[in-house]
Antibody
Framework: QVQLVESGGGVVQPGGSLRISCAASGFTFINSGMHWVRQAPGKGLEWVAFIWYDGSNKYYVDSVRGRFTISRDNSKNTLYLQMNSLRAEDTGVYYC??????????????WGQGTLVTVSS | EIVLTQSPDFQSVTPKERVTITCRASQSIGRSLHWYQQRPDQSPKLLIKYASQSISGVPSRFSGSGSGTDFTLTINSLEAEDAATYYCHQSSSLPLSFGGGTKVEIK
């Protein structure tokens, strides 16, 4: 069955950096586009970034563009999010989500359990 | 940027009642509208894709309708396990966006 397991969350000071990962299994990773979606404490869902199946195209919400980088290693079936210049408003649970489409944005058919990122001094 | 407005924000419902949640898009998105359920302390789960297409394993009491700017999620005969927050999501254009969520409480 499809499994998405995030890791790497933690507490980081404002202005700091963190890289979170998502290990995928149970499906052919290279066939799927992948997303990061976040949820601030007690708030709704916010899409963060999307990467094509081959990593050739990447898209971001305006609030993270230039600070966050989405990437993937298809040989390791792993998705990454490098987060730099972190702000308090980046605090939340970060979910990786699988897209059934390889390059077009379709929908999120599977989600991981999430990893908590807390930006605080 | 496409804004999705859900209503109501909160609904308290007795078991076996019907629940209707609406999602309005700020511009036409065709049928590129999807619904998710998020139970407390769990990850979101896909319920309906492309406005009305059912998902394998999702109970048949969940259904969706609509196109263009106005969409509806209906839960027929609510069960206790349906206590959750429901979100709509559009994939028509970037940035992808979600509605603010509708929390459904069981009386």
């Amino acid at each position: 069955q499809v499994q998405l397991v995030e890791s790497g969350g933690g507490v980081v000071q404002p202005g700091g950096s963190l890289r979170i990962s998502c290990a995928a299994s149970g499906f052919t990773f290279i066939n799927s586009g992948m997303h990061w979606v976040r949820q601030a404490p007690g708030k709704g869902l916010e899409w963060v970034a999307f990467i094509w199946y081959d990593g050739s195209n990447k898209y971001y919400v305006d609030s993270v563009r230039g600070r966050f980088t989405i990437s993937r290693d298809n040989s390791k079936n792993t998705l990454y999010l490098q987060m730099n210049s972190l702000r308090a408003e980046d605090t939340g649970v970060y979910y990786c989500a699988k897209d059934p489409c390889s390059s077009n944005r379709c929908y999120f058919d599977y989600w991981g359990q999430g990893t908590l990122v807390t930006v605080s001094s | 940027e496409i804004v999705l407005t859900q209503s109501p924000d909160f609904q308290s419902v007795t078991p076996k009642e019907r629940v209707t949640i609406t999602c309005r898009a700020s511009q036409s998105i065709g049928r590129s509208l999807h619904w998710y359920q998020q139970r407390p302390d769990q990850s979101p789960k896909l319920l309906i894709k492309y406005a009305s297409q059912s998902i394998s394993g999702v109970p048949s009491r969940f259904s969706g309708s609509g196109s263009g700017t106005d969409f509806t999620l209906t839960i027929n005969s609510l069960e206790a396990e349906d206590a959750a927050t429901y979100y709509c999501h559009q994939s028509s254009s970037l940035p992808l966006s979600f509605g603010g969520g509708t929390k459904v409480e069981i009386k």
